[in-house]
């Protein structure tokens, strides 16, 4: 049995993920992905939108993946390889030439992220049409306090 190991935090879970995860999947005949702690993305500098027990539970629905394991620190790769007996290490090439320390242990690779989508683009689409809301709101109480003013 050939087992596939990755790691995200999965944020915003969208297209790009269950592309990835599919084809993760089909690399091999067990899939178990390390889901990054809020904890471990504070250190990161990283801020998740969901929390980490939504992600997990999502990555836990989908029927690509086997197994779901917190991420909580970077150095843990190498027992988690050893823990689920992963015959590959599998990331998006976004993380390209980032792990191939750990091609003594196992096969390390890297597979095309999914054009036009990531979690970072969203991200920054729902902060935008924050701050649109913002200054439409903004800009109605301005208005407001100007009738009350005339009266």
Not at 27 to 54: I, Q, W
Not at 75 to 101: C, H, L, P, T, Y
Request: net charge negative; glycine share 4%.
């Amino acid at each position: 049995m050939t087992t596939v190991i990755t790691y995200g935090t999965f944020d915003l879970f969208h297209i790009g993920h269950v592309n990835l995860l599919r084809r993760l999947r089909a690399l091999g005949d067990r899939l178990v992905v390390g889901c990054s702690t809020d904890t471990f993305n504070s250190l990161k500098g990283k801020k998740a939108m969901m929390p980490y027990e939504h992600r997990i539970a999502i990555l836990e629905a989908c029927r690509y993946v086997d197994a779901v394991f917190p991420e909580e620190h970077w150095d843990q790769k190498r027992s988690d390889i050893v823990r689920e007996n992963a015959d590959i290490f599998a990331m998006g090439d976004d993380w390209s030439g980032k792990f191939d320390e750990l091609n003594d242990q196992c096969q390390v690779i890297y597979l095309p992220r999914t054009a036009d989508v990531s979690s970072t683009e969203i991200r920054q689409l729902v902060h935008s049409f924050k701050q649109e809301q913002v200054l439409s709101l903004k800009h109605s109480a301005e208005h407001v306090l100007q009738l009350i003013e005339k009266l």
